[in-house]
């Protein structure tokens, strides 16, 4: 079957292969983060029509009730990934990605069929856990099918496809009927699906089952090179050398074994931890809300709609996004993190300082609130959001790479569900200048731990970038250590 839907042309007289496939192929992978990010955008188009007069439910829904639908994904997404981390290194990357299109499709199914708030609240919880397999399943992927020189690139296609699906909920939401949508989004798991099953296992996987000869017939279709390439065959050994040394398994026990490895990982989790108290996933989820919110004064408001200024924002967050493929792999990891850091930090304060002056009665454009939200959203987009994707599967060996990207996963997803929740009791109790200017002082906090604390991974090895880790633990002990590090 392999060599009737990979079959390579040997006989062509291009040997330098192409990158086109790994590049299709990370983007189909993606598709369901595409799913969450229209998920996750959802509620921002539809709160007033499901709170209102006529709404598609049978009564409006409450306040209490929106809030556990937009917290309630990150309840069940991290329990997803323990199971989807756990059948991706045993069933292989692609049946377990395979399983994750199932309840992000019936989670859709099941809001056609019924509209009551429990039934709601239900078809997010299944969309939810389908997606908390594909965060944990699709890094894996995307990075085993990716050569080193795209890896950066292909890396970020996880958050781009979340913000294309933040930007096509949202227009579709301003501009179809509520049943439509519904089934447009219905299409792209579907979709998903019956797209993947013509597409190979990573060749990582397909090396630790013995299957070497289907190994290097994948691996000379992502490359667009013949099977018999000297390329091809020099990755193929180095797939079963790593393969002998480290055979992947969820393993806790073993990643905190090694103390490299345990700081390797608790510099993965600050840096994704940072990517969710950044606030630009609460910001996203509320923002016709907050807009909505900012607009009412109307001396200080602007003509756009809530829900256009929300479409203005996705808009600008997958520019950002676009732009985060094309950088990463020439800027490096570190600078383009520290200085996306920097202009979210910055734009969230203005925000708080614009939300501040309101709340006195100080007269500021209504401009100024959109254009701090859309800078921050780049910023997010850019860097924040995609890099720590790269930088987690970069840090780590096939053997740990499903275990850490699981436990990194369901931290961060659990982290969501709290800021989620608590966001609208947040703001009723310290305002939302307070809220605002709390994430700014974590993305200018972050730029620190960056500096001194984070390795560069781009287009080095473990070995490099677990000697940046020891080589900074050393130089506590002296200079003589750190001379013998370098050795």
């Known amino acids: 079957m392999v060599n009737k839907v990979y079959k390579v042309n040997s006989s062509t ?29 959802w509620i921002s188009p539809n709160k007033s029509l499901l709170m209102g007069e006529y709404s598609p439910s049978n009564a409006p829904l409450s306040e209490e009730d929106v809030s556990w639908m937009a917290s309630i ?27 994750a299109s199932v309840p992000i499709a019936i989670g859709w199914a099941v809001k056609l069929i019924c509209t009551h708030p429990i039934a709601l609240i239900g078809a997010r919880a299944l969309i939810g856990f389908g997606s908390g397999g594909g965060f944990v399943v699709c890094p894996l992927y995307v990075k085993e099918i990716s050569e080193d020189s795209i890896r950066g690139m292909t890396g970020t296609f996880v958050i781009f496809s979340q913000t294309a699906g933040n930007l096509i909920v949202f227009v579709l939401g301003d501009l179809l009927p509520f049943n439509t949508v519904l089934w447009i989004l219905l299409a792209i798991p579907l979709v998903h699906f019956c797209i993947l099953l013509r597409l190979p296992e ?26 018999n390439d000297k390329t091809i065959s020099e990755e ?20 905190f074994s ?75 990891r570190k600078p383009l993190l520290a200085v996306t850091s920097v202009v979210a930090g910055f734009s969230m304060c203005l925000l708080g300082v614009w939300f501040y002056l309101q709340s006195v009665g100080v007269f500021m454009p209504g401009w100024v609130p959109i254009t701090a939200l859309c800078v921050c959203i780049f910023a997010d987009a850019s860097g924040l959001q995609p890099l720590p994707f790269v930088i987690m599967t970069e840090m780590f060996n096939f053997q740990l790479r499903g275990t850490v990207a699981t436990l990194i996963m369901a931290i961060s997803l659990g982290t969501d569900f709290a800021l989620l929740k608590l966001f609208a009791p947040l703001n009723k109790w310290i305002g939302y200048h307070s809220t605002f200017w709390m994430f700014s002082i974590i993305c200018l906090s972050n730029v620190f731990y960056l500096i001194f604390c984070v390795p560069e991974t781009k287009m080095r090895s473990l070995e490099d970038i677990y000697a940046d880790l020891e080589g900074k633990k050393r130089r506590k002990k002296g200079e003589d250590v750190v001379e013998t590090n370098h050795v």
């Open 73 to 99: 994904m990150f309840i069940f997404a991290p329990i997803a990934v323990f199971v989807y981390g756990v059948a991706a290194d045993k069933f292989g990357r692609k049946n377990a990605l395979l399983c």
């Open 13 to 41: 007289d291009n040997k330098t292969g192409s990158k086109h496939n790994q590049i299709l192929m990370s983007i189909v992978v993606c598709m369901p983060i595409l799913a969450y990010g229209t998920a996750m955008g």
């Open 258 to 332: 090694d103390k490299t490895s345990v700081k390797a990982f608790w510099v993965a989790l600050i840096v994704n931890l940072t990517r969710e108290f950044c606030g630009c996933i609460a910001v996203l989820v509320y923002a016709s809300h907050i807009f909505a919110e900012a607009g009412k004064d109307p001396d200080t408001s602007i003509a756009l709609s809530p829900n256009k200024q929300s479409i203005l924002l996705a808009a600008v967050q997958i520019i950002g996004s676009f732009l985060a493929c094309q950088l990463v792999d020439r800027a490096g």
């Open 236 to 255: 193929v050994d180095r797939l079963i050398i790593e393969q002998t040394t480290s055979e992947p398994k969820f393993s806790p026990k073993l990643l």
């Open 202 to 227: 990573t060749p990582s996987f397909l090396i630790k089952c013995g299957k070497n000869q289907e190994t290097a017939k994948v691996l000379a279709w992502l490359r667009s090179l013949p099977e």
